[in-house]
T-cell receptor, first 116, second 113 residues
């Protein structure tokens, strides 16, 4: 069964460093998302991406963050100058084009980011 | 602003019980509602998707209902098993396209033998 794949599963970085979280969405999906979950808190939306551009972003997604789809399969989240409060589980998700299960979101297993 | 609330926050039951998990949302203008399962430290597994025009969806021992006008959904788990122990998340997508999901805080379920 197709799945969303995220790498790495766990990343530890020093405060101030840049990290890139990688995702391979399901191959025929057209809509891509990043969410995060701080330990013990709700899953919260960061950004959505469609047709090679950001379609929506949250207040969290400031200039520190950027997304890119560098080729036909990868979708990346870059976090510049990481802060302690960026420590969280980051989830990538994708959704297919309209159809019988229109709008169903499929999530990856997440990348646990720890900023020290 | 859409807000999603899940009740109860936690539930501990003996194996074999039938369970009802509740989800409520403040804005009825939704595109769909999705139930997920999350195991500790893991990703989100989609359980059921209900489109705004549907009333319920079933998958095995799981049944989810949607009452859009009252802003409520319930997830019914029949004959619970220890393997059902996990956190169950409800999320709604605003109408108008493939917008973001807004999540509830989840119900943490423990089923003991």
């Amino acid at each position: 069964e197709p799945e969303v794949t995220q790498t790495p599963s766990h990343q530890v970085t020093q405060m101030g460093q840049e990290v890139i979280l990688r995702c391979v969405p399901i191959s025929n999906h057209l809509y891509f998302y990043w969410y995060r979950q701080i330990l013990g808190q709700k899953v919260e939306f960061l950004v959505s991406f469609y047709n090679n551009e950001i379609s929506e972003k949250s207040e969290i997604f400031d200039d520190q963050f950027s997304v890119e789809r560098p080729d036909g399969s990868n979708f990346t989240l870059k976090i510049r100058s990481t802060k302690l409060e960026d420590s969280a589980m980051y989830f990538c998700a994708s959704s297919p084009s309209p159809g019988n299960n229109a709008g169903e979101a499929f999530f990856g297993q997440g990348t646990r980011l720890t900023v020290v | 602003k859409q807000e999603v609330t899940q009740i109860p926050a936690a539930l501990s039951v003996p194996e074999g019980e039938n369970l009802v998990l509740n989800c409520s949302f403040t804005d009825s203008a939704i595109y769909n509602l999705q139930w997920f399962r999350q195991d500790p430290g893991k990703g989100l597994t989609s359980l059921l998707l209900i489109q705004s025009s549907q009333r319920e969806q079933t998958s095995g021992r799981l049944n989810a209902s949607l009452d859009k006008s009252s802003g409520r959904s319930t997830l019914y788990i029949a004959a619970s098993q220890p393997g059902d122990s996990a956190t169950y998340l409800c999320a709604v997508r605003r109408s108008g396209g493939y917008n973001k999901l807004i999540f509830g805080a989840g119900t943490r379920l423990a089923v003991h033998p």
